[in-house]
C-alpha cells in the first residue's frame, strides 16, 4: 500500500512538507503501516531556487498534474490566498481527492462552500496547519475536547504581532521601531497589514470559533482591531497594574450563555497567567471546556517546518481514511455534523473591563470633570493613577481601570470626554478579568 | 444509529462519564452525527452513594451484563489496578468490544498483553484520560506531531506532587507538612505513596515514552526518584539561582541520538520557563519535536469531570469506527504499528547538571576538600554559595551547581564527600539545562 501527495504550492512551507515526506519516510511507514509519495509538485516556476529540492521529474507548472491526477490521493494546498487555491481545492475534491490545505485565509472567508462540497463527495478537508502552526488546537476542539461546552477560549494567534509586542513591552520600543526590526529579521512582512492590523488572526479567530460553536462568523460581524496604536507606556502602566497586554482573540459563550461573542483587540491580561508568558513569535491558545477546564497550549505559531509538521500531520490522518467512502469514520471537517447559523453579538454589548490612558491638561476639575462624565455613563472607576506634571507641555498622563462597563456606554463616554477642552487624546484597552 | 457504552466502575470519574453522556447528549450528537447511550454500569454496591445517579435499572453487579453483553459496544474501564480491570479488558476485547480505559498502573504494567490482544480482534483500546487528565497529549503525539522524530519529552505529570511542590516552593513549607494539608485537603489519598514516591507519574511516562519513542520501557528500566527528601530550603536556593524545582518526568534520545533516556525525580527548571509556572493540581508536558518544535500543553491532571473529558472523547472517536473491521483507519493504539525492542539507558550514562547542597563544619579546608574529589571523579563547579555560620551548631550548608557530568561520577563522588569527616549530609537535585 501507499498514500500519493501532490503539492499545490512549493514555497517555504512545501519545501518542509516535501523534506518530511523524504525524510522521515520511514518513521511515517513506522506510524501509519504504509509509506507516504510525493507525487506531483504544482511550481510558478521550474527554475526558482527552493528550501529543499525534491526529485527530478516531480515539479510541474499544469495544475491538473495534481488535481484530477489518478496518481494522486491527497491534494496539498499551499499557495495561499483565495485565487487560484479555491478552484483547485474545489476541482481536486470533484475528482475525489482529498484535501490538506495551511490556507486561513481561504477558509475563514469560502470555507463554507469548501466544506459543503467536501461533504457532497465525501471527502475531508483537514487544516491543522491553518491556525497556529504546529501547535494540535484543530485536533484538541474535535478530538480532544469535543464531550465539552466550550465556556471559551482565548488565544494569541499571530507571531509578527506578539513579537513586536514583546519587544515594546520588555525594552519599551515604539510600534514603529519594533516593527521596523522585526522587518529587517524577517518575522514581519514588507507590508505589514495583514499581521498588525490583526487581519491573519482574525482569519484563526473564525476557525476556531466554527471549531469550538459549530458556527462560522463572518469576518464583518468580528471586532478587529490591530496593534499599531499601541505606545509603549501603556505597557508600563499595564505593569502597574498587574498586567502584560497581548494581542488576543476570543471567543465566548456572553455571560456563559450566548449570543456567540468573538473579538480580537490589544487586551490586559493577568501577568501570572500563562498567556501572559508566550513571547517572541509564539502563538497560544486557552481552551476553557465546562468539564476539561483550562487547557493550555502553546508552541511556534508558523516557519517553514512547525508548519509542515501539521501538514503532514493532517495527511497521515487522511491516508488511513483514502480508500474509504465511509465519511463518518472521521470527524466532520469542522467537528460539527452541521454548522449553526447563531449570529455574532455586536461589539456594543461587550462588557468589558477598560483601562483608559486621557492625556489631559494637569489643572484642577479635570478628573473630576472625566470621572462625571464616566459616572453619567455608568462607568465606575476601579483604580487610578495620576501623576503630577513630568514635563513642559502641562499635558499629562491620566489613567483609570474601570469595573466592568458596557462597550457602548464607554464608546459614548469617550466621546464626551474628548469633547472637554482639557483633554487632548483618550484612549482604551480593554481588560480580560476572566482568565 | 446509536453507540452503546459499558461502564466498568462508576466511582469519581464513572460519575463523570455518566453526567457527560446524559447531559451532553445533545452536543455529542451534533458532532458525532448519533447519539451515545449509557447500557450498563458494573459497581460492586448497589445502593452506594453516587456523583451522579444513573437511570434506574443501568446499575448491575454482574460483569457479563457489560462484558460480551452484545448490547454494549464500546467498554469503558474505570475501576483501576491491574486486577480484575485486565481479565475484564482481555474479555471484553475478545467479545469485539473496543475498550475505553483511564488506567494508566495497568497499561504501564501489562499493557504489552492488551495491547496484542487488541491487535488480534481488530479492536480499539484508547487512554487519553490514562495520562493528563483533560490534556489531549495522547492524540497530540498520536496524531498531531506524527510526522515528528520526538526530540525530548518533559512533564510535570502529578498534580499531588505539584501541588506540595508548589507550597513548599511559595510558602516554605517542609514536605510533611505540605503533604498534611494536602491530604486535609483532598489532595493526597491517606497513603500517599503513589504519588509522592512518583510511581503514578512513571506509569504515565511510560506510556508517553511508548508513543513518542515507540518503545515500551519496563518500570524497572527507568530512574524514579519522589519527593519526599525535597526541603524548603532547597526551593530558596534554586531560586537564587534562577531556577524552580519540579517532579520532571523526561524521556529523550540520549545526545539527541540514543540510546533511549527515560526519567523521573526532582529537577531545576529554569525560572522564566512555561513548566516552571505550572502550579498547584496542574499538569504539563512540553514535547521538542525535531519539526514543530517545542509544543507545551497544560491543564488539570485529574478529576471528576477533566478525566470524564477526555474519556467521552474517546468514547466518541471510537464510535465513529465501531462497526469497522479495518484497523487501519484508526490510528495504532500507541501510535506506531510494531513496538520496539530497544532498551533504555541506565541511570548512570545519564549526563546532567547536578545542584549539591552538603551540610559541612564550617571551617578552613572543607571547600577545597570537596571540591578535590569533585575534581578527581570529573566533575567542574559552575557555582558556589557558601554562607557563613548563622547557627550555633557548626554546620553550614554548602551549595553547588555543577556543570554537565556523569551521573556514575557524581554518585562515586558523593560517596567520596560523605566520607569526609566535615561532611554531614549531601544531597543533589538535577538540573535541566535543555529548557
Known amino acids: 500500500m501507499l498514500t500519493?501527495?501532490?503539492?499545490?504550492?512549493?514555497?517555504?512551507?512545501?519545501?518542509?512538507?516535501?523534506?518530511?515526506?523524504?525524510?522521515?519516510?520511514?518513521?511515517?511507514?513506522?506510524?501509519?503501516?504504509?509509506?507516504?509519495?510525493?507525487a506531483k509538485c504544482l511550481v510558478r516556476d521550474l527554475n526558482a531556487a527552493r528550501g529543499f529540492e525534491p526529485e527530478p521529474g516531480l515539479l510541474t507548472t499544469d495544475p491538473s498534474e495534481v488535481v484530477g491526477n489518478p496518481e494522486v490521493q491527497v491534494v496539498c494546498e499551499l499557495i495561499g490566498g483565495v485565487e487560484p487555491a479555491k478552484t483547485l481545492i474545489l476541482r481536486a475534491l470533484e475528482a475525489g481527492q482529498h484535501v490538506v490545505t495551511a490556507n486561513k485565509a481561504l477558509l475563514a472567508t469560502h470555507g463554507l462552500e469548501i466544506f459543503r462540497k467536501a461533504s457532497e463527495v465525501n471527502r475531508d478537508v483537514m487544516?491543522?496547519?491553518?491556525?497556529?502552526?504546529?501547535?494540535?488546537?484543530?485536533?484538541?476542539?474535535?478530538?480532544?475536547?469535543?464531550?465539552?461546552?466550550?465556556?471559551?477560549?482565548?488565544?494569541?494567534?499571530?507571531?509578527?504581532?506578539n513579537h513586536i509586542i514583546t519587544r515594546m513591552s520588555k525594552d519599551a520600543l515604539t510600534f514603529a521601531e519594533a516593527l521596523a526590526e522585526a522587518q529587517a529579521a524577517g518575522f514581519a512582512e514588507a507590508d505589514p497589514t495583514a499581521d498588525v492590523e490583526g487581519h491573519d488572526a482574525a482569519h484563526k479567530l473564525v476557525l476556531l470559533s466554527a471549531l469550538a460553536y459549530g458556527v462560522l462568523p463572518k469576518l464583518d460581524d468580528i471586532h478587529v482591531e490591530g496593534i499599531t496604536k499601541l505606545d509603549p507606556i501603556?505597557?508600563?502602566?499595564?505593569?502597574?497594574?498587574?498586567?502584560?497586554?497581548?494581542?488576543?482573540?476570543?471567543?465566548?459563550?456572553?455571560?456563559?450563555?450566548?449570543?456567540?461573542e468573538v473579538r480580537l483587540h490589544p487586551t490586559m491580561l493577568p501577568a501570572g497567567h500563562l498567556l501572559s508568558g508566550v513571547n517572541g513569535v509564539m502563538n497560544a491558545i486557552t481552551i476553557r471546556g465546562h468539564a476539561s477546564g483550562d487547557i493550555f497550549l502553546s508552541g511556534p505559531g508558523a516557519g517553514m517546518m512547525p508548519t509542515a509538521s501539521s501538514v503532514v500531520g493532517d495527511i497521515i490522518e487522511v491516508a488511513?481514511?483514502?480508500?474509504?467512502?465511509?465519511?463518518?469514520?472521521?470527524?466532520?471537517?469542522?467537528?460539527?455534523?452541521?454548522?449553526?447559523?447563531?449570529?455574532?453579538?455586536?461589539?456594543?454589548?461587550?462588557?468589558?473591563?477598560?483601562?483608559?490612558?486621557?492625556?489631559?491638561?494637569?489643572?484642577?476639575?479635570?478628573?473630576?470633570?472625566?470621572?462625571g462624565i464616566l459616572g453619567a455613563h455608568n462607568i465606575s472607576i476601579a483604580q487610578v493613577i495620576q501623576r503630577g506634571q513630568n514635563n513642559l507641555t502641562g499635558w499629562v498622563d491620566l489613567v483609570m481601570l474601570t469595573h466592568k462597563a458596557l462597550e457602548k456606554d464607554l464608546q459614548k463616554a469617550l466621546v464626551a470626554t474628548r469633547e472637554l477642552e482639557a483633554v487632548r487624546e483618550a484612549r482604551l484597552i480593554r481588560v480580560e478579568e476572566s482568565l
Open 4 to 38: 500519493t501527495v501532490g503539492l499545490l504550492g512549493f514555497g517555504n512551507v512545501g519545501s518542509g512538507v516535501a523534506k518530511l515526506i523524504k525524510t522521515e519516510g520511514g518513521l511515517i511507514a513506522d506510524k501509519l503501516g504504509w509509506p507516504l509519495k510525493l
Open 127 to 161: 487544516f491543522e496547519a491553518a491556525v497556529a502552526g504546529a501547535i494540535p488546537v484543530i485536533r484538541t476542539l474535535k478530538e480532544g475536547l469535543t464531550a465539552n461546552r466550550i465556556q471559551a477560549l482565548y488565544g494569541i494567534l499571530n507571531g509578527t504581532t
Open 234 to 260: 501603556d505597557f508600563a502602566f499595564a505593569a502597574e497594574f498587574g498586567y502584560v497586554i497581548k494581542l488576543l482573540a476570543t471567543a465566548s459563550l456572553h455571560n456563559g450563555q450566548g449570543p456567540l
Open 320 to 371: 488511513r481514511t483514502h480508500q474509504s467512502l465511509e465519511s463518518s469514520l472521521r470527524p466532520p471537517i469542522l467537528g460539527w455534523r452541521k454548522l449553526k447559523s447563531d449570529s455574532v453579538m455586536p461589539m456594543s454589548e461587550a462588557l468589558l473591563g477598560y483601562y483608559l490612558r486621557l492625556t489631559v491638561l494637569d489643572r484642577p476639575g479635570v478628573l473630576s470633570a472625566i470621572s
